[in-house]
């Protein structure tokens, strides 16, 4: 790397999250942090940031569904399983200082609308595919890719 070119570390992106939201944005960062780092080296350097950036922030929903799947996907096993699920959207929750809400729910509710929902084949699993139909066809995914728990 070309000397007085910083890498980010998760800690400088939990640093950042919590000024940017109320709530503890720390756990979520975390997710966000290892979907940047491309590389898994522990760092994001400039060209995954702008990468990441380009790609979570895109209006192209293909693009914008794979980053996601891949933040929801904590193990990298090419599936989201109920537990990364829930996961990602408690801290979400916990970032945005949503309240569970009558329409909505909580994660775990929310979790189970989207397992009958996406689980197509019934595994307990979700593939990307399943993810991307089920994204296309469902706006409440849309919202909280872009975190937001309030439809």
């Known amino acids: 790397m070309t000397k007085g070119i910083t890498k980010l570390t998760v800690d400088v992106f939990k640093k950042v999250y919590n000024r940017v939201f109320e709530g503890d944005a720390s756990s979520f960062a975390y997710h ?14 400039f060209r995954e940031f702008i990468i990441g950036l380009s790609v979570s922030g895109s209006d192209n929903p293909d693009k914008k569904l794979k980053w996601a799947f891949r933040m ?43 397992f009958t929902k996406f689980d197509l084949d019934g595994d307990g699993q979700i593939s990307f595919q399943e993810f991307k139909n089920g994204a296309l066809t469902d706006p409440l995914i849309i919202h909280l890719l872009e975190c937001d728990p309030d439809p």
């Open 32 to 45: 966000l942090f290892r979907s940047f780092d491309m590389n898994g080296d522990g760092y994001v350097d």
């Open 72 to 114: 929801y996907d904590i193990d990298g096993n090419g599936r989201i399983s109920k537990n990364e699920m829930n996961c990602i959207l408690r801290d979400i929750y916990k970032m945005t200082n949503a309240m569970v809400s009558d329409e909505l729910g909580s994660p775990e509710q929310i979790t189970d609308k989207f």
